[in-house]
């Protein structure tokens, strides 16, 4: 029962706001007024908290870790619709799911694909991803990875689909101060593209307060592997940013040598280390998000790396180890922005949603190598 200051308090508050809607939870004296946006999306939000997730949108699922992700679904039954307008993407990778050639950003394309498809979830990959280009082009990014990641929760909210898994990054810590690094740790990013990243799990958590939006954001380290037996890996025809497809590169002899950017770092052998995580590991983090939010309302953030680090020379080692090739290299210089450090504390992922990562840096490198070679 209300004792009488809380209802004292429940009616003045309700004067204060006279188009509010007035929710009182009976069992304890908590209350809340809502405007009528809120109340309905809370309302929705509680409808379909609870439901099973079945049918789902996939944007960027074209892409290197949305087509492992979306194959896993299928396997799982999962209805699937993949929304990728293939700037990087390929079409071939998508499967049986059914696919719209399309921007996530397109307000007009989003309300009619809401209102056609029913929707109990969104996974939301599809980003603008060079941390360079986003150095020289924040804007791009600004208006790839945050207006169009608003265009498109409003079109969910909008369509009272109120579950989303968003791809966030390691990208959002910048250079940390302690290693492995965990969740709570302070987010200072060091370029345009960690610092979008975090702008939307931001966006995300206003979302739930405001409009119900329930939400896991994963932060993903350094995503390497492949299936080369389904036909996926990473799109072998764009110029490669990450380090295993270029020491692969350099291995098949596409490139003359590898450029080591800095080997003046504290570190064992003065190289960048880096947490590299199986692609199908994040695909099975994706599942269980998935299974968060089917029983669970709210904001969540996971780190998704292995909690083991290896540098960049390491990663040569193995390549050359894997592959029987000798890998030409030369030191340059660090790379601005480019931490010396970044591994994951993954322990909070574990914990509570029992992933637990089942590929070493072997299968990473043998699969990734199959995959180049193909
Ligand atoms: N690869 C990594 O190591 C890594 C690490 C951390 C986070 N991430 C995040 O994971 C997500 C997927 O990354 P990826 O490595 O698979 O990249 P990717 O480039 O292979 O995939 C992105 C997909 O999104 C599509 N896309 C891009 N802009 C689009 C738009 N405006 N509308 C519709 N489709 C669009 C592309 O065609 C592509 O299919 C990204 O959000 C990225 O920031 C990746």
């Given at each position: 029962m209300l004792d009488n200051k809380t209802i004292s308090e429940l009616y003045q508050a309700f004067a204060a706001s006279p188009n509010g809607f007035l929710i009182v939870d009976?069992?304890?004296?908590s209350f809340a007024v809502l405007p009528y946006k809120a109340y309905k999306a809370l309302r929705q939000s509680q409808a379909n908290s609870s439901k099973k997730i079945n049918k789902i949108l996939v944007t960027g699922g074209a892409g290197y870790i949305g087509s492992h992700t979306v194959r896993l679904l299928r396997e799982q039954n999962y209805e699937v619709v993949v929304l990728d307008n293939?700037?990087?993407?390929?079409?071939?990778?998508?499967?049986d799911a059914k696919f719209i050639e399309g921007d996530f950003s397109d307000r007009d394309l989003l309300d009619r694909v809401f209102l056609e498809e029913r929707f109990d979830a969104v996974m939301h990959f599809a980003a603008s991803i060079k941390v360079d280009e986003s150095v020289a082009n924040p804007a791009k990014y600004y208006e790839s990875n945050v207006v169009g990641g608003i265009n498109l929760v409003n079109a969910m909210v909008k369509a009272g689909v109120v579950r989303l898994v968003f791809s966030s990054s390691?990208?959002?810590?910048?250079?940390?101060?302690?290693?492995?690094?965990?969740?709570e740790s302070v987010c200072h990013p060091t370029n345009p593209y960690g610092e979008t990243k975090l702008c939307f799990e931001n966006i995300l958590k206003w979302y739930s307060g405001a409009y119900g939006l329930s939400s896991v954001s994963l932060r993903y380290f350094n995503a390497a592997g492949a299936l080369p037996e389904a036909g996926?890996?990473?799109?072998?025809?764009l110029d490669h940013t990450h380090l295993i497809p270029r020491v692969l590169d350099a291995a098949l002899g596409k490139t003359s040598e590898i450029e080591v950017?800095?080997?003046?770092?504290?570190?064992s052998d003065g190289t960048c280390i880096r947490d590299y995580v199986h692609v199908l590991d994040l695909a099975a983090a994706h599942i269980l998000a998935l299974t968060k939010l089917e029983t669970d309302s709210g904001t969540h953030i996971y780190n998704v790396g292995t909690g083991r680090g290896y540098s960049v020379l390491e990663i040569i080692d193995e390549v050359m180890e894997v592959t029987g090739r000798m890998i030409p290299m030369k030191i340059g210089a660090r790379r601005a922005g480019d931490p010396g450090r970044l591994v994951a504390n993954s322990q909070k992922i574990q914990r509570e949603l029992g992933w637990k990562p089942e590929y070493d840096l072997k299968s990473i490198i043998q699969s990734s190598w199959d995959w180049q070679k193909q």
């Open positions: 009976s069992g304890s004296p293939l700037s990087t993407g390929r079409g071939e990778a998508v499967g390691a990208a959002v810590y910048g250079e940390p101060q302690i290693s492995p690094i965990g969740e996926l890996g990473y799109n072998r025809s950017f800095g080997n003046d770092y504290d570190t």
